[in-house]
């Protein structure tokens, strides 16, 4: 792990990812150091051999799942249709330069690629989604990812400072069968802590209200908080603790 913080170390310095061809990647669409420590805990702490990623881009998370896993009877799926296309192959080199084999790439979409993966039979421990972050794909990307990830795994969603990511967050923080377990927190902004002092006031009122009352006249962002989700946050990782068991006409606001 050393070798690999002080090698990426100097990239974040750079600001940027060069290939063998000179060809610049800026490392403005990585995640951060603390982000990728975070995920690198995450996976080690659990002794998680089988992971999944979709988005790929400079490679730096991939790089950070490969270590955490190990290179003895491991596996990372990538899922990332413009690998080659648009990042010119940046983190597939990268990957293979720090000699790490462990991963496979699928350069397709990842609405195309997760559902063939659930059809094989995968089974995953661990999954990091950044990839197409309408609120829609993203939450298409959680529902394959949930039929694939074991009980106990755990699944990062990254981004959650996007509107459609943070309501993502809100939908899936309703299932019983999974819990959020931990994140890496932002810094807010002086009207941003106004607004949510708003809501917490709100939040006080509402709390006299009942349940279907909050749920039929507020928005939920009213009676369940951003801090009580940790929605205050860059990242957030979810544990599967059970199976879904949700009845067929299942619905709770969000």
Not at 209 to 232: M, P
Request: with cysteine.
């Amino acid at each position: 792990m050393e070798k690999l913080i002080e090698q990426l170390q100097q990239f974040y310095e750079a600001g940027f990812i060069k290939d063998d061809t000179g060809y610049k990647l800026d490392l403005g669409v990585a995640i951060d150091f603390n982000e990728g420590q975070f995920i690198y805990n995450i996976i080690t702490n659990n002794s998680f051999k089988y992971s999944l990623e979709i988005g790929c881009a400079s490679g730096i998370s991939s790089a950070f799942i490969c270590t955490a896993i190990g290179q003895d009877k491991s596996k990372h799926i990538i899922i990332d249709p413009y690998q080659s296309k648009e990042y010119h192959s940046v983190g597939t080199s990268l990957l293979k330069k720090f000699g790490l084999n462990n991963f496979e790439l699928l350069e397709e979409k990842s609405e195309i690629a997760l559902p063939r993966l659930l059809e094989q039979g995968i089974k995953i421990d661990f999954a990091l989604i950044d990839g197409w972050h309408t609120f829609d794909h993203t939450l298409l990307d959680f529902f394959y990812i949930d039929k694939l990830l074991n009980i106990n795994g755990i699944v990062i969603i990254d981004d959650v400072q996007l509107p459609a990511i943070k309501k993502v967050i809100r939908y899936i923080s309703n299932y019983k069968n999974y819990e959020i377990i931990d994140c890496v927190r932002t810094t807010q902004t002086i009207s941003r802590h106004l607004l949510n002092f708003s809501k917490n006031i709100l939040n006080i009122f509402t709390s006299f209200c009942g349940k279907r009352i909050q749920s039929e006249y507020f928005d939920s962002s009213v009676y369940k908080s951003d801090k009580s989700l940790k929605l205050y946050s860059s990242m957030i990782a979810l544990k599967k603790i059970g199976a879904d068991k949700r009845e067929w006409n299942w619905y709770a606001p969000f």
